[in-house]
T-cell receptor
Framework: NAGVTQTPKFQVLKTGQSMTLQCAQDMNHNSMYWYRQDPGMGLRLIYYSASEGTTDKGEVPNGYNVSRLNKREFSLRLESAAPSQTSVYFC????????FGPGTRLLVL | GENVEQHPSTLSVQEGDSAVIKCTYSDSASNYFPWYKQELGKRPQLIID?????GEKKDQRIAVTLNKTAKHFSLHITETQPEDSAVYFC??????????FGTGTRLKVLA
């Protein structure tokens, strides 16, 4: 039982490049989330998916898109990366309690 | 809007002393209150949670208390150890899926 997994672990992008962060869970959870955490700061919700086929904006959705591919997988896409998107990105899944993945560290130059 | 205030933002205690972190929530419909511990460079991990039909819950050296009337809940860590040093986040939820997180408390346990 791997729980919540994320790829890649670390990524460096140049301004304007695009990339997709992948997240998968094997706990049969309906709900999945994407957060960003800037250094020394709390967790800010980017997007969430209450169930397969639905997605909703969180607190900081600008510059991001998401896809709930199936019940297991929830991806986050940066279409044109900006230095302000340098952060650690956490995926989580839940029935009620949220369980977090190990995170993706993204550096945008 | 919905809000969770968390205090203090930093807390230093001597090893063996107790630590208390407090959170206040704004939405009276909130009914689930988890606490997460995040070590440096790691993911947030659930350490304890409480539901609104319970006033207190304990797990070894960690306890959480809930006062629904005052809309606040607290994390209590007794006999602190150096490995308790981390950032702690509280959250409130209405039993649906979305959490409102507090801003975090950096706990330092001094040996």
């Amino acid at each position: 039982n791997a729980g919540v997994t994320q790829t890649p672990k670390f990524q460096v992008l140049k301004t304007g490049q695009s990339m997709t962060l992948q997240c998968a869970q094997d706990m049969n959870h309906n709900s999945m989330y994407w957060y960003r955490q800037d250094p020394g700061m709390g967790l800010r919700l980017i997007y969430y998916s209450a169930s397969e086929g639905t997605t909703d904006k969180g607190e900081v959705p600008n510059g991001y898109n998401v896809s709930r591919l199936n019940k297991r997988e929830f991806s986050l896409r940066l279409e044109s990366a900006a230095p302000s998107q340098t952060s650690v990105y956490f995926c989580a899944s839940s029935v009620e309690t949220q369980y977090f993945g190990p995170g993706t560290r993204l550096l945008v130059l | 809007g919905e809000n969770v205030e968390q205090h203090p933002s930093t807390l230093s205690v001597q090893e063996g002393d107790s630590a208390v972190i407090k959170c206040t929530y704004s939405d009276s419909a909130s009914n689930y209150f988890p606490w997460y511990k995040q070590e440096l460079g790691k993911r947030p991990q659930l350490i304890i949670d409480i539901r609104s039909n319970v006033g207190e819950k304990k797990d070894q050296r960690i306890a959480v208390t809930l006062n629904k009337t005052a809309k606040h809940f607290s994390l209590h860590i007794t006999e602190t150890q150096p490995e308790d040093s981390a950032v702690y986040f509280c959250a409130a939820s209405k039993g649906t899926y979305k959490y409102i997180f507090g801003t975090g408390t950096r706990l330092k346990v001094l040996a």
